[in-house]
């Protein structure tokens, strides 16, 4: 069965740059959901969309921006990245709010 | 903000014992969710329960609304089931994020 992709799987970057992160949701999937795990800690939600709209925001830096498209798939933006932002980034999808099935995450580092 | 609560932590059984995870919340949910994070971590859904009890293989699952209170229960375990098991509270009823308990560490023992 098809599951979440999420691209790029491993990402590095230096402080100050940016960084776009792609999920692309179970097909027919219509709720994507991202979340930060940093070393050693539970992941903590950002924010979620339902249907192409933003629907719940958590603790997500305002240098973070998400969206998502047409087609469902969505992204998350992250601009002037710190040291700290360095972790693992998860996204999962949902039909309406149903069970969410996660993608296997990217990595990224900041240098 | 709900606050959820896993017990315990650590912990570490022989091959084919009987393991217990709990999760206890503080505010009412509108699900809960179990999952299973590897080393390298991805995360798997094991499942989503908002009452009762669910069953897949050798897991179950279940939830006492009125206690706030879940337990997911692992029989005849087997070393391939050590991974970190974590309990997650959906609050809200739209898509809200999930509010993750701070897991629990399991070692299954040959």
């Known amino acids: 069965a098809a599951g979440v992709i999420q691209s790029p799987r491993h990402l590095i970057k230096e402080k100050r740059e940016t960084a776009t992160l792609k999920c692309y949701p179970i097909?027919?999937?219509?709720?994507v959901y991202w979340y930060q795990q940093g070393p050693g800690q539970d992941p903590q939600f950002l924010i979620s969309?339902?249907?192409?709209?933003?629907?719940d925001k958590g603790s997500i830096p305002d240098r973070f921006s998400a969206q998502q498209f047409s087609d469902y798939h969505s992204e998350l933006n992250m601009s002037s990245l710190e040291l700290g932002d360095s972790a693992l980034y998860f996204c999962?999808?949902?039909?309406?709010?149903?069970?969410?099935?996660f993608g296997p995450g990217t990595r990224l580092t900041v240098l | 903000k709900n606050e959820v609560e896993q017990s315990p932590q650590n912990l570490t059984a022989q091959e084919g014992e009987f393991i217990t995870i709990n999760c206890s919340y503080s505010?009412?949910?509108?699900?809960l969710h179990w999952l299973q994070q590897h080393p390298g971590g991805g995360i798997v859904s094991l499942f989503m329960l908002s009452s009762g009890k669910k069953k897949h293989g050798r897991l179950i699952a279940t939830i006492n609304i009125q206690e706030k209170h879940s337990s997911l229960h692992i029989t005849a375990s087997h070393p391939r089931d050590s991974a970190v098991y974590i309990c997650a509270a959906l609050s809200g009823g739209g898509a809200d994020g999930l509010t993750f308990g701070k897991g629990t560490h399991l070692i299954i023992q040959p």
């Open positions: 999962a999808s949902s039909f309406r709010v149903g069970e969410q099935f």
């Open positions: 969309f339902y249907e192409k709209m933003q629907s």
């Open positions: 505010v009412g949910i509108s699900a």
């Open positions: 097909p027919r999937h219509d709720t």
